[in-house]
Each structure stands twice: as structure tokens, then as C-alpha cells.
């Protein structure tokens, strides 16, 4: 499998302030007291390749949590490695099976990505991607054609040029670094068993051969510790790791001594910012072995026993902090928090990834990625209209925004990721597909509605509708007509096309997308059950998942009267809401399949369930009690605990949990209100913050935010 190589000193650039202040005592003199510049350190977007995508996440400096962001579908095919400039402004990724390089601005304020033109050509089968520390070049190693290409970066665009003909390496080269100074860069042969060093030309990074150094089989991955005095290979084969001295004149190699033992088929290694550990992901053990680093020889010593990871881990990441370490694996990223003394690793809750997640690179600046809330909309049953709020971003207050009309009988609302499209479907009981789903363009700034032409034709009562994470696709769970139906996304005007539809059980009353984008769960109310869709991240097509181990396209029991069903924001566990409870659902991340389901008792009827951001507590509005109940969640089962009940409106119908994970929403059908919360961040406790008036029989509510 690939391997990545970490690579350090991303960033986005600082500026250092001076603050100035005259000297006492009539004499003229200056004082100049220096205030510090704002660490850039601080983790705020990682991307991960895997199954022909790039995936999105956002990087909770103070937890390490990984928090999805939306995927892109990759330029290339089969996306092996994916890297970072310094700057923190453009991304590259080395596409093996299409044997080319894909290019993409970074969006400095949403982590989004931009294709940068068509991809550029490579060698056979690159396996690994670097930029050097001036950001002025990029390099790549070869597999097949057992060679290096190197590109010049244009710092105003990102785009790639090819700076001359690729350079030879060894057999099977399979990873590739620069050092620290940006003199000289290491590529690990897997074939010949040994290290290439190169020169690089300052003006025209153009490669000159240092010389090749042996270390142990079937080498994997190659780094360099931040003082730029030693390296570290992983070999795959023997199971070990080499550890060399750099001549810091010429750049050559020279062994530190026999290879210090590693799990099975160690798969990739990287080195802490502050260079005192280093960490191995071992493929064929499944676990992580940690290393303390002697900064005066350059050897390592084992910290500890090794530390479990999941299945097949691929590559290894540490944050530009030096706080977490994250391993990429089959459909999963694992974290852990590290112990600044001892290097040590303390496993943290993991996040699902589309398929095999292989290569991991991270941008990092001054400050931590912040979501803020900025609007609600609420669907209503009774009259045509739409009707919008303001959020206060500090209280959660809701400000009443001009309503929108609409077609009547509204069954629910959403909003795309960005925030700029919002959909409602409505209740039209025909057997033909007819318009009864509206589109909306979001003001940005104001966050009025504006509809937008005709409504979409779907099918017989549409009773939920969900936006995938790219913002490409929506599907609609048609009651009447037992469906899902799917529909492409215009990506300039929100307006839907219909694209088709695929049977569901009986009474499809709610659908959620998991976070990763790969799944989809319907909540079918007449029998009783849950239907699972694999999406394909092209096309948007749905293959029905085998939800009960048994017959293929079967659906998996979910209790009497299931109304809602929602996906936790790791991808890791489904809720959905029955008579008088809820039942968690561990999905298996490879297959979409639902295992190990668990019930817990909510109140009278409940509605509708939503998980808050950090993935810790779950709410539930319960139609009958009119009341919220309050779940923690076991972050490894997804076993959830009641912990308290708060009073809302008469027949809660739906709950919201803004994007900053500070407020909750509750759409009250039969009092025609909202009410709303804040969040307790430690607790998960629901305050009352009070009500709003939101028309006539509000159904439904959906929030948007930002992200800075």
C-alpha cells in the first residue's frame, strides 16, 4: 500500500508587530517594546486522499478533534499522496493510476479546494508528493518509472512547470522529502533497498545525485527531523527502522548503526515539530509504535509498547503543534493526544474516511478555525411561506427576517454546506413525479430566501430532503411513493435536475447523508426499518447497501414508527427516532452496513434527533411531552446515556445544532414557535434562551453558519 511522507513547516505567513512608545523625562528618546508574533503553529485544515477523492476536515486545536468539511473528487485517479506548501495557499496530490499531479488553491478562510487547471504529467505510478520549504518546488517520486520529477511552483498561481527530465532513483521509489534548508532531498527506493540523496539547485531545483545509502527492506517512507541533522526510514519488509546522519555540507548519509525494531510492515514515518519523536504506522500489525529521539545522536529508542490503530494503517501525521498525531487506515483516521514529555500516545475517538484514507497533509496558521451562526429557516405545514432568522452569534437569539413564499404543506428544510442554498419540500400526494420541491438562493449577507425558478419535480410526498457534503447532490425521501429520489445540484444556482430514484421500504419519512459522503440512511415509517445507500461520488447514483447481513438490499429493523434518522458528525454511529426511544447504530465504515444497535428511552413520541458538533451529546424533540431530552454518547459504542429533559413548545416536531455547536434549535408545531438553547459545552446542559414566533405549524428548522 502508499505511504506518505509528513510534510513540515506549513503555514500561513505572520506578521510581527512592533509597538512604540516615547521615553520619559524630555529627552527624546525611544522605547520599542516587541509584542511577540502569533504562534503559527496552530492546526486549522487537513486533506486526506481516498477512493478517487479528497476529503476535507477541520482541526480542533484544543481536542485534536477532526471535524469533516466535504470532499472534492479528485483530478486524477487513484490519489496516493497529497502535500501542502509552506504558505498554506495551494495543495498537490500525486495520482498513480492517471500518473500525474493535481493542483489546488486553498481557501484560506473554509479549507475549500480549487482545481488549478488540468493535472500535470508525472512519471509511471507517482507515489509521493513534496514541496520544499521555500515553497518554490515541488517534487515527486516515481514508482514504476523508478525516477523523481521535479516542477517549479508559480508563487502567484500554485501551477506546476516541469523543470527539466525527471531524475533516476532507485527501484520502486516510494517516498520522497526535502530537508529543512531546502539544500538537499531523500527518496526511499522500496526495490533496491537503499536511500538516494540529491542536491537541490537553489535557483532551479534541478537534482544532483549525492549518493545512495542502505537501509532495510522494502523501504516505505522517508523524513527528516526538523534540525535537518538526521533521517529516518521505515522498512516495510524488514520491519524496522534506519536512522542516518546528515552532512550538513553535502548532504550525504551516514548510518547510525543496526535499525531499530518496528511493528509489521511498517507503512510510514514522521518526526514531531519539536524533533524529539518520531512515529511508525505499522500496515500489517495495525497499530502505532512511538519513539523518543536523542537530539544530541540522532537515535531512537522505543517509547513504550506499540498502540493500537485500526485496520491497515497507511500513513502517519503529526499537527503542526505537536499536540496529535493522526493515522490514516481503511475507511478511518485515528487520533491521539501526545505526551510533550514522554512522547507516549493516548488514544482520542477516530473519525470515519471515504475508503481507504492513504495520505494525510495539514495547513496551519495563527488562529483555530472558528464556525459562527448566521441564520435558521423553518418550514411550515400550513400556509405558503418559508420563514428566516438572524442568529445572534453570541447569545443564539433568533431576529425575525421577511418570509419567503412558497408552495404550502412544507414537509422540511435544508441547507447546502455552503451555506448558500437552502431546499423544502412539500407535501403533493400525486403517483407522478409533480413540483413540490422549492430551491432558494441564501443572501449572504442578510440571509433573506429568494426562490429559485420553478420547483423541482420529485415524486409522491416528499418528506425529508438532505444535501450530500460536496454540495452536488440532494435526495429526497418520497413517503407516498416508498423512493429516493436523486437530483444534481447546480453549482451556480442551487437549481435541482432529477436524476432518477431508487426504491426504499414502506413510508420513507426521513434521510440523512453521513458526513464522509459516502452513505446514505432512510427511516421508512410504514415498515418499520432502515434502508442504507452507497453514493457514488461522480455521478451521484445510489446502490442500495445490504443493511442485514442477509439478503442483498434488505433494510435492518429500527423499532415501530421510526420518524427521523441522523449520522453523528464522526460518521461513526446512526440515531434514529422510534415510539417511545431511540436506537444507535455502529456503522461499519467500510460497507455502510448498521451493527450493534442499542435503544434508549426518550420521551412521549419522539420526533426528530440531532448530534452536536463535537460529537459528545445528543438531543431529541419528543412530539407528546413536549419536552428535549439530553444523551451523552459513548464515544467508542455510540451507547447513548439520558441526562437530563428540558421543557419546549407544544409538539416538537424538529431540532437544530448550529455550526459553532452553541445553540439548539426547536421548531414547536403546535404552539407555531421556535425555542431556543444554549449548550452547556461541557455538559451538553440546554439553558432556555426563550421563543420566536415562527408561523403556522413550523415543522421543521435547519441552520447555516461561516467558517473563519
Known sequence: MNIRTFVKYLGLLTTLSLLAACGGGGNGSESVTEVPEPADNVPRFAYVTGSDTLSIYTVNPATGQLRHNGYIVAAGTSPASVTVDPSGRFAYVANQSSDDISAYTINASTGALTSIGAPVAAGTTPYSVTVDPSGKFAYVANWSSNNVSAYAIDAATGALTSVGPPVTAGVGPQSVTVDPSGRFAYVANSGSGYVSAYRIDASSGVLTIIGNSYAGSTLRSVTVDPSGRFAYVANGGSGDVSAFNINATTGALTSLGAAVAAGSNPQSITIDPSGKFAYVANSGSDDVSAY??????????????????????????????????????????????????????TALPTVAGRGASVAMAMT?????????????????????????????????????????????????????????????????????????????TIDSTSGVLTRVGAAAAVASFPASIAVEPSGRFAYVANSASGSVSIHAIDAATGALTYEGFLAAESGPVSIAVDPSGRFAYVANNGSASISG?????????????????????????????????????????????????????????????????????????????????????????????????????????????????????????????????????????????????TIDAASGALSSVGTIAAGTFPVSIATTGSIQ
Not at 453523528?568 to 431511540?582: A, C, E, L, R, W
Request: aromatic content about 10%; proline content about 4%; hydrophobic content about 40%.
Open 292 to 345: 523518543a529521539i536523542d537530539t544530541t545522536t540522532g537515535a531512537l529508542t522505543a517509547v513504550g509498547a506499540a498502540v493500537a490503530a485500526g485496520l491497515e494503517p497507511q500513513s502517519v501525521t503529526v499537527d503542526p503543534s505537536g499536540k496529535f498525531v493522526y493515522v490514516t487506515g481503511l475507511s478511518y483516521i485515528a487520533t491521539y493526544a501526545i505526551n510533550t514529555v514522554t512522547g507516549a500516545l
Open 364 to 440: 496551519r496558521g495563527t488562529t483555530a478555525v472558528t464556525y459562527t451562526p448566521r441564520f435558521a429557516y423553518t418550514a411550515q405545514y400550513g400556509p405558503d411561506i418559508v420563514s428566516a432568522y438572524t442568529i445572534d452569534a453570541a447569545s443564539g437569539a433568533l431576529t425575525a427576517l421577511p418570509n419567503t413564499s412558497t408552495l404550502s404543506l412544507g414537509t422540511s428544510v435544508t441547507v447546502d454546506p455552503s451555506g448558500r442554498f437552502a431546499y423544502t419540500t412539500h407535501e403533493v400526494l400525486f403517483e407522478t413525479p409533480t413540483v413540490n420541491v422549492s430551491t432558494y
Open 533 to 677: 445507500y452507497l453514493l457514488n461520488a461522480s455521478s451521484g447514483a445510489l446502490t442500495t447497501i445490504d443493511l442485514n447481513g442477509a439478503i442483498a438490499g434488505a433494510a435492518t429493523g429500527a423499532g415501530a414508527d421510526p420518524t427521523s434518522v441522523t449520522v453523528d458528525p464522526s460518521g461513526k454511529f446512526v440515531y434514529v427516532t422510534q415510539i417511545n426511544g431511540v436506537n444507535a447504530y455502529v456503522i461499519d465504515t467500510a460497507t455502510g452496513a448498521l451493527i450493534n444497535a442499542s435503544f434508549a428511552v426518550a420521551g412521549g413520541n419522539p420526533r426528530s434527533v440531532v448530534v452536536e458538533p463535537s460529537g459528545r451529546f445528543a438531543y431529541v424533540a419528543n412530539g407528546d411531552s413536549a419536552n428535549v431530552s439530553v444523551f451523552s454518547i459513548n464515544a467508542t459504542t455510540g451507547f447513548l446515556t439520558n441526562i437530563a429533559t428540558v421543557a419546549a413548545g407544544g409538539q416538537p416536531r424538529s431540532i437544530a445544532v448550529d455550526a459553532s455547536g452553541k445553540f439548539a434549535y426547536v421548531a414547536n408545531a403546535e404552539s407555531g414557535t421556535v425555542s431556543v438553547y
